[in-house]
């Protein structure tokens, strides 16, 4: 009889300066000839761990990040997505049984990069923020198809108190409708985007303009907990 092994792998998204939407990706060890490949954080849970604690055990473990709120999003069962080579490589130096079934729990989170300083460990090399079009397209298992699940269930849930954990503290409007254009992966007119905002309570402008841009400064606006 074959047995069924539990994984959790979490899509962890941010949204930097540049107004890039980034992923945290960790890079790992895949074969003895020390060659890497990204993935994003995840690992087995254990057999009395419950899907959210051993989530939120396994992002800490791999890149030191904690107290994340994290949501789970989906489940990835296809008996093959643990078959390829190099994915056979790294589960010969990690698992005892490499070839048993994986079924894995997709967890994701949008965080505030400037609140967070991923650092490797573990089995993790490296853990850093890589923005979400320059992702590679050969990720450990099915983690391309489980960011792309990631990203569709984002669309379907989108909403202001979601997108505030995006934004630093204080940001300004381009910031905001960045970010829901990325996310919804469409362009979004200006003035009916602000003319939406302003109608939006919990969306404060503060007296504070923009510092050091080329530009006219634009006011800064927060969110109103």
């Not at 989906?74 to 790294?90: A, E």
């Amino acid at each position: 009889m074959s047995l069924l092994n539990l994984s959790v792998d979490c899509v962890i998204l941010g949204f930097d300066d540049d107004q890039k939407l980034k992923i945290l990706l960790i890079k790992k060890l895949v074969n003895k000839n020390k060659d890497h490949q990204y993935a994003i954080p995840g690992d087995l849970i254990g057999d009395k761990e419950d899907l959210l604690c051993g989530a939120k055990r396994i992002l800490m473990s791999l890149t030191s990040l904690k107290e994340i709120y994290l949501k789970q999003f989906s489940v990835f069962g296809d008996p093959k997505r643990t078959n390829q080579k190099k994915d056979q490589d790294w589960l010969k130096m990690y698992r005892k049984n490499p070839k048993e079934r994986v079924v894995t729990v997709g967890y994701l989170s949008l965080v505030r990069m400037e609140d967070y300083n991923p650092v490797a460990s573990s089995f993790a090399s490296d853990a850093e923020w890589v923005s979400l079009n320059s992702v590679p397209s050969n990720l450990a298992f099915d983690h391309n198809d489980i960011i792309k699940s990631a990203l569709r269930y984002l669309k379907t849930v989108l909403d202001h108190k979601i997108v505030s954990n995006l934004l630093p503290s204080k940001f300004t409007l381009s910031q905001l409708q960045n970010i829901y254009e990325i996310l919804l992966d469409e362009k979004l007119d200006k003035r009916n985007f602000r003319k939406n905002i302003s109608k939006i309570s919990k969306i404060k402008r503060t007296k504070e303009k923009q510092e050091g841009v080329a530009h006219k400064p634009a006011y800064l606006y927060t969110y109103d907990n």
